[in-house]
């Protein structure tokens, strides 16, 4: 699902350079990612989501090329192909928390939101427990609601990668739980790859391999 060779990447601006030599993740596999604050866990799951492209190296996502992708090809790949959960939720505050769960068919991109869509985001909203908040705006949402919504919205393209960073930070230890088993029982079903960072050590024997960035990253 993810083959990685030799990439790097620095921003722009410079200050920050990743480079990592050899990543492999298997379909359907459950990855999850530990390593100090600051080291490019981010960065990373930005690039495997398209939303960086490397400087140098391949990277290969559900067989696509992401390197040989323009801007327009790689948002492309990435409304079809993955949902981010994002560390800070990335909700949109003008749109209700419903709307924000379809946000992904707002854009476009090959998309089509059809009333089995909206069915689908409707019965993730339930399991995640916000049914009752689907009318509110993000700033009337606590943040455990904004972290449902968001993962809500990543589940329901039906994404064959799911890339979370801290997806589960902001809840308390029972709704972790219950946020992982949703997650997990959704890509089970989807046969997706989960590729999530984390920094909360007791979900680590949930998932199938743990990688520790400190041995992935390479000494820039
Ligand atoms: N857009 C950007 N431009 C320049 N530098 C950036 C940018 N985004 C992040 N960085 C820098 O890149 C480095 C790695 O950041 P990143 O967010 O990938 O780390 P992380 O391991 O995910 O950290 P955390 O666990 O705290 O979320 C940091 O030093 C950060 O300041």
């Known amino acids: 699902m993810i083959a990685a060779r030799d990439i790097a990447f620095a921003y722009p601006r410079g200050g920050f350079a990743l480079k990592v030599s050899q990543l492999d993740v298997a379909p359907a596999e459950r990855v999850g990612v530990i390593g100090p604050s600051g080291t490019g866990k981010t960065t990373l799951l930005n690039l495997l989501a398209g939303l960086s492209r490397p400087d140098a190296g391949t990277l290969s996502v559900a067989g696509t090329d992401l390197t040989a992708l323009g801007e327009a090809g790689r948002r ?39 009333s089995q869509v909206r069915e689908r985001a409707h019965a993730l909203a339930d399991a995640c427990g916000i049914a009752n908040r689907l009318k509110s705006h993000p700033q009337a949402l606590s943040g455990g609601e904004q972290q449902r919504v968001a993962i809500c919205r990543a589940l329901v393209t039906r994404p064959r990668l799911i890339l979370a ?56």
Do not use: C, W
């Not at 769960?101 to 476009?108: A, E, H, N, T």
């Not at 050590?201 to 041995?215: A, E, K």
């Open 76 to 114: 492309r790949f990435r409304a079809t192909h993955v949902g981010f959960i994002f560390q800070n939720f990335a909700l949109v505050d003008y749109l209700n928390a419903y709307e924000n769960i379809l946000y992904p068919y707002r854009v476009g991109l090959g998309l089509k939101l059809d």
């Open 165 to 220: 960073d801290e997806a589960t930070g902001n809840l308390d230890p029972e709704t972790k739980e219950v946020i992982l088993d949703l997650l997990f029982a959704r890509a089970a079903e989807m046969e997706a790859t989960v590729l999530a960072v984390t920094h909360d050590h007791d979900l680590l024997p949930r998932f199938d391999r743990v990688i520790d960035f400190s041995t992935l990253r390479q000494a820039a």
